[in-house]
């Protein structure tokens, strides 16, 4: 654990000491290209006068709003494509379709729909997390052992208890797994509409970082998208998958 | 009275080719209450399929069950079934998956964790209560299953082929507990093996069955009290009997094959 740790630190020890020699060779002019030190100073600002704190509330106070919805929409779907042969050929191959397609896409259509306000951004946020949750969900659903079922049924279950006492908990390491790949699919999908919808979020001060001709902030905007997005993979999700497996017993150690 | 009836019982698959199979023919078999019956016969021959109908998880094409005169409505916590494979709920500890059954019955949770209990104790795996199923032994995970079905107290406990998958020392330890509850208890059970001598040491009777299709060569009553000692001669001289048996059937088996296969 330490060891990783330290690696990953000398490893961002050693880019910074790149970037600075870059910047000190001065090849490109400053605006374009700014130190560890003036990218720092932005951060720091950026935190104390409560910009990027804003910001960040605004964008996953969006994403938590998008991400439940395709959350639950998912999930629904997904239960109801597993439930039904029918339902399935009908519409399965067209989630597969939809899921293929990048969240920006539907951004134009969401912006002439709803024009240039929250919706439009929720919706492709919604439209960026919804499909993978439906696969996953069904899957998970389809792949219930059915000797678990049988073993339930000789003990006089009934259909409903049967959903929700066997096949949703045996499906549950598919739907957290759905759960953490829609998480970032979502806030991926947050990012691209923030660019060009309105408001205050983390993608919009990236914008107008553009705008302004400010690298030293577009880059300090990048690196908390980034970090944001490891994070909470990392020390929600991931954390909460491994739970779930082991309680399954199916990590593999 | 038997308690069990099965009359006239034929059962078909349509296989990926498309073809029909018959797996089972015609069978009639009535089973006593307090019975030990074992289903024993050529692997295919369908004896999980008769076990499954008998549980109410298939239907059959034609015949019927009937348990106590009346024709088994489908499955129910009266016919209770082991599976080779534990089939415990992962998710749940070992006691949550004994009192699994007791809940869905609606049984309040005090009730059904007393019982569950109860039935772990017997099967010597208290101390195990809150493991979860991953982290038993392929034995002990038998045992909870055994357990399961065991506190749902159904008249007619069906076990197939429960203790395949266990070592020779698990698996002798494992029958001797079951012939316990089972006198302890006097429940009926309809148990499936492919171990012969799993069969002659544990059943008033057993039930050969042929193959292609399915049907019964015949019956062989066990008048022995328990324990039986495995070198008691007259249990050797069933073994070879039963040995015999199924001898024949893979010949003609075989046979049968080779004719239809030259
Ligand atoms: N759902 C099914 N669909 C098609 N064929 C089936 C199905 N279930 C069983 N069969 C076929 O029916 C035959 C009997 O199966 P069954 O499982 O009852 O045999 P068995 O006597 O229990 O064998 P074993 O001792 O190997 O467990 C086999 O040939 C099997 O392939
Ligand atoms: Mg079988």
Redesign the interface.
């Given at each position: 654990m330490m060891k990783q740790f330290m690696l990953r630190v000398a490893f961002i020890l050693f880019i910074i000491v790149v970037w600075q020699i870059l910047f000190i060779l001065n090849i490109w002019p400053e605006f374009l290209f700014p130190s560890p030190l003036m990218v720092a100073n932005t951060l720091s600002d950026g935190f104390k006068d409560g910009t990027f704190i804003q910001a960040i509330g605004a964008s996953f106070r969006r994403l938590l709003l998008g991400y439940l919805i395709s959350i639950i929409f998912g999930t629904l779907l997904g239960i109801l494509i597993a439930s039904n042969k029918i339902i399935e050929e009908m519409i399965g191959p067209f989630i597969l379709a939809l899921q293929s397609i990048p969240s920006i896409v539907w951004l134009p259509l969401a912006l002439l729909w709803f024009s240039l306000g929250e919706t439009a951004i929720i919706s492709v946020v919604v439209l960026g997390g919804t499909w993978n949750m439906v696969i996953n969900s069904s899957t998970g659903i389809k792949n219930v052992q059915p000797i678990l079922i049988r073993a339930a049924q000789t003990m006089g279950i009934n259909k409903i208890q049967l959903f929700w006492k066997v096949i949703l908990p045996a499906s549950i390491p598919h739907l957290i797994t759905g759960m953490r790949l829609s998480w970032a699919f979502s806030w991926r999908a947050l990012m691209a509409g923030e660019l060009i919808g309105s408001g205050d979020g983390l993608g919009q001060i990236l914008m107008w970082g553009r705008d302004m001709g400010n690298m030293s902030l577009v880059i300090s905007v990048i690196l908390l998208i980034g970090s944001i997005g490891y994070l909470t993979d990392n020390f929600i999700f991931k954390k909460f998958e491994d739970k779930v497996l082991n309680r399954w017993g199916l990590d593999v150690k | 009275m038997a308690f069990l009836k099965i009359r006239n019982l034929s059962k078909h698959f349509i296989q990926q080719d498309k073809k029909e199979l018959e797996v089972l023919k015609d069978i009639n078999l009535e089973i006593n209450n307090k019975e030990f019956v074992t289903l024993i016969g050529p692997s295919g021959c369908g004896k999980s399929t008769l076990l499954?109908i008998l549980?109410?998880?298939i239907t059959p094409d034609t015949g019927k069950v009937l348990l106590n005169n009346r024709i088994i409505p489908g499955?129910?916590?009266d016919?209770?079934?082991v599976?080779q494979?534990a089939?415990l709920?992962?998710?749940l500890t070992v006691i949550e998956n004994v009192m699994?059954?007791l809940k869905?019955?609606n049984i309040d949770k005090n009730t059904a964790y007393e019982k569950a209990l109860k039935q772990l104790k017997a099967v010597h795996l208290a101390n195990f209560k809150d493991s979860?199923?991953?982290?038993l032994s392929g034995g002990m995970k038998q045992r909870v299953a055994i357990a399961?079905?065991l506190v749902?107290d159904p008249d007619i406990l069906?076990m197939d082929e429960p203790f395949g998958a266990l070592d020779e020392q698990t698996r002798l330890i494992l029958q001797k507990e079951l012939i316990d509850i089972w006198l302890d208890t006097q429940k009926t059970i309809i148990f499936v093996t492919h171990n012969i001598r799993e069969a002659v040491k544990l059943s008033d009777r057993i039930v050969v069955l042929g193959t292609n299709p399915g049907y019964i060569i015949d019956e062989i009553k066990i008048d022995l009290p328990h324990p039986r000692e495995r070198e008691n001669p007259y249990l050797v001289k069933l073994e070879n009997r039963i040995l015999k048996l199924l001898q024949n059937q893979m010949n003609t088996v075989g046979v049968y094959d080779e004719a239809v296969y030259a």
């Amino acid at each position: 654990m330490m060891k990783q740790f330290m690696l990953r630190v000398a490893f961002i020890l050693f880019i910074i000491v790149v970037w600075q020699i870059l910047f000190i060779l001065n090849i490109w002019p400053e605006f374009l290209f700014p130190s560890p030190l003036m990218v720092a100073n932005t951060l720091s600002d950026g935190f104390k006068d409560g910009t990027f704190i804003q910001a960040i509330g605004a964008s996953f106070r969006r994403l938590l709003l998008g991400y439940l919805i395709s959350i639950i929409f998912g999930t629904l779907l997904g239960i109801l494509i597993a439930s039904n042969k029918i339902i399935e050929e009908m519409i399965g191959p067209f989630i597969l379709a939809l899921q293929s397609i990048p969240s920006i896409v539907w951004l134009p259509l969401a912006l002439l729909w709803f024009s240039l306000g929250e919706t439009a951004i929720i919706s492709v946020v919604v439209l960026g997390g919804t499909w993978n949750m439906v696969i996953n969900s069904s899957t998970g659903i389809k792949n219930v052992q059915p000797i678990l079922i049988r073993a339930a049924q000789t003990m006089g279950i009934n259909k409903i208890q049967l959903f929700w006492k066997v096949i949703l908990p045996a499906s549950i390491p598919h739907l957290i797994t759905g759960m953490r790949l829609s998480w970032a699919f979502s806030w991926r999908a947050l990012m691209a509409g923030e660019l060009i919808g309105s408001g205050d979020g983390l993608g919009q001060i990236l914008m107008w970082g553009r705008d302004m001709g400010n690298m030293s902030l577009v880059i300090s905007v990048i690196l908390l998208i980034g970090s944001i997005g490891y994070l909470t993979d990392n020390f929600i999700f991931k954390k909460f998958e491994d739970k779930v497996l082991n309680r399954w017993g199916l990590d593999v150690k | 009275m038997a308690f069990l009836k099965i009359r006239n019982l034929s059962k078909h698959f349509i296989q990926q080719d498309k073809k029909e199979l018959e797996v089972l023919k015609d069978i009639n078999l009535e089973i006593n209450n307090k019975e030990f019956v074992t289903l024993i016969g050529p692997s295919g021959c369908g004896k999980s399929t008769l076990l499954n109908i008998l549980a109410g998880l298939i239907t059959p094409d034609t015949g019927k069950v009937l348990l106590n005169n009346r024709i088994i409505p489908g499955p129910g916590k009266d016919r209770v079934m082991v599976f080779q494979e534990a089939a415990l709920f992962p998710w749940l500890t070992v006691i949550e998956n004994v009192m699994f059954g007791l809940k869905i019955n609606n049984i309040d949770k005090n009730t059904a964790y007393e019982k569950a209990l109860k039935q772990l104790k017997a099967v010597h795996l208290a101390n195990f209560k809150d493991s979860l199923p991953h982290q038993l032994s392929g034995g002990m995970k038998q045992r909870v299953a055994i357990a399961r079905a065991l506190v749902m107290d159904p008249d007619i406990l069906l076990m197939d082929e429960p203790f395949g998958a266990l070592d020779e020392q698990t698996r002798l330890i494992l029958q001797k507990e079951l012939i316990d509850i089972w006198l302890d208890t006097q429940k009926t059970i309809i148990f499936v093996t492919h171990n012969i001598r799993e069969a002659v040491k544990l059943s008033d009777r057993i039930v050969v069955l042929g193959t292609n299709p399915g049907y019964i060569i015949d019956e062989i009553k066990i008048d022995l009290p328990h324990p039986r000692e495995r070198e008691n001669p007259y249990l050797v001289k069933l073994e070879n009997r039963i040995l015999k048996l199924l001898q024949n059937q893979m010949n003609t088996v075989g046979v049968y094959d080779e004719a239809v296969y030259a």
